[in-house]
Structures are given as C-alpha cells and as structure tokens.
C-alpha cells in the first residue's frame, strides 16, 4: 500500500514537472519571438511599406515639366510607356499642353497610352501649323473675332548710316549703327492691343533673336535705329526703339507674344535676325508692320 501511494505521487511529480516544462518552452518561444519582432523593427520592415508599394502616376502636369526641362521626346514618351499614368486628353488639355511646349509626338503618345493603344517613338508626326493661313516662315496675327491666324504686312525697310563701316577682321559684320527707313506715314494694318503675335522662325533660330520695334513717325515715312555687333543684331539692340518682348514656344518653331494691352499708339515692327546685317547690294531688307491706331 505504501509502495502504491509512492508510486502515485511520483507520476504527479512527473506530469507537474512535464507541464512545467511546457510552459516554460512556451514562454521562451514568446520571447524569442518578441526578440525576432523588435530586431525586425529595428532593421526595417520584411515588407515593403504601403507609401513605397503605392503607384505614382504621371500626369499632364508631370509632362509638362519634363518638357520644359529640357528632356528629350524620348525619355519622355519612354516614361509614358513605362509609368503609370493618367493623361486627361480633352481638347481643352491638348491645347494647353502645346501651349506649354510640349511637342506632337509626346501629346501622341499620351493620347495612346490614355486609349489604351500602342505608340511607337519612331513613328515621325510632322508638325501641324496652327491654321491653314500659317504654312510658310514669317510673322502672323491672331484675329480676335474669328481665331485664324492671318500674316502681318510685310514691307520694304532701306538701311542707312552715315558712317558705317564694314571690316575684312570681322567677316564684314557691321560694328556700328544703322537706322531703317520705311517709304510710307503708317502701315497698312491696324491692330487692337491685346492681340496675339505669332513667330514662325526658320530652322535653328530663336524668336529672341528677332527685334519687336516702334517706330518714329515723320510726315515722310517712319524710321528706327538697330545697334549691331554681332550675326543677329538683336545681341544689342537700341534701346530707344527696341520693346522688350517675351515670346514662349508653343510648336516646333513657332513662338508666340501678345502685344501689351497699355502700350502707345503708333507704328511697330518685327525684324527679322539678319536684316540689318546682311542687306544686300542696296542696303534693303523687310520688316514685318503694323500700326495701333486706338
């Protein structure tokens, strides 16, 4: 009987013993844990966070800067191809995307993958002109009622100096200034101010390098005077009859200005880079004209 009252608390020895040691293995599974956990926080987390996994999409506004930027058409219409994106393409947008600069392949390529369609970079988009009126290199208008774009007059400017001199050094290029004489009182185009000028340049120039000018009147025809110094003469215009201009691209050559809405009444011209410098045998060049009258 003695044995049996032994033998029966040695087994609840053995079974408190073996839960105890459950518990304790628990225990020090827990704490390995907890240990695992904050060594996780503290290297980082094993997933990549929400604010990491989240997409960034690019849209017009993100074109727009690339553009302005600087950055080629194909890096950009690559990052279409290969960002997530949403490109709001209503007319509205487009405009003002070629108002910002931002070219016809690129706006193509947004239009495609807005669609949901392919769009290969090798696929050439010539540029459009604005209207069917602007089809060759020259200076336009904007008519305010109808929208078309219509030329500026164009007409016959005599250069004369009364000194000026031309050296073998410098390539012929005139070091001094020189007036423009126009034959007519006033330019057979008046426009409102306000109104919107277009420069369509020739490969490889800039609109800056075009003269916007007003002129003096004389009962005998108008006159303005251009310092030159350089290949284009605007490096160093007069300032007397030089306006300060700030064109801003908006296609492939094309640049755009809008006369100011308080400036004087009187006679204004567009010179084109290279008029004054290169003149021909009888000194004569063209300027773009016309008049604000009200």
Known sequence: ?????????????????????????????????????????????????????????????????????????????????????????????????????????????????????????????????LSAGVDEIGVYYQDKRTGEWLPLKTERVQFKSGGWLKSTATHNIVKQDMNGYLDDAKSPLALPTGVNILIYAPPGTQAEEYDFLRFREHSHG??????????????????????????????????????????EKGEYGVLPPGSSNVPGLSNAGKIFTFSIRE
Do not use: W
Not at 25 to 35: D, E, K, N
Not at 224 to 252: C, L, Y
């Open 1 to 129: 009987m003695l044995r049996m009252t032994m033998s029966i608390a040695s087994a609840r020895v053995c079974r408190r013993r073996f839960a105890l040691a459950i518990l304790l293995g628990v225990v020090a599974s827990l704490g390995a844990y907890r240990t695992f956990a904050q060594s996780a926080a503290d290297d980082g987390p094993l997933q990549p966070s929400s604010d990491l996994a989240k997409p960034h999409f690019i849209d017009n506004d993100a074109i727009v800067k690339m553009s302005k930027a600087g950055l080629n058409d194909a890096v950009i219409i690559q990052t279409i191809q290969t960002q997530p994106g949403h490109y709001d393409t209503a007319p509205d947008n487009l405009i003002a995307l070629k108002n910002a600069g931002v070219s016809e392949q690129v706006i193509a390529a947004m239009q495609a993958r807005a669609a949901g369609l392919a769009f290969h970079i090798k696929d050439k988009i010539e540029p459009s002109p």
């Open 222 to 263: 108008r006159e303005f005077r251009v310092k030159t110094g350089g290949v284009f003469h605007s490096e160093s215009g007069s300032q007397r009859d030089e306006i300060e201009f700030h064109p801003h691209k908006i296609a492939p050559q094309m640049y755009e200005f809008t006369v100011p809405i308080d400036i």
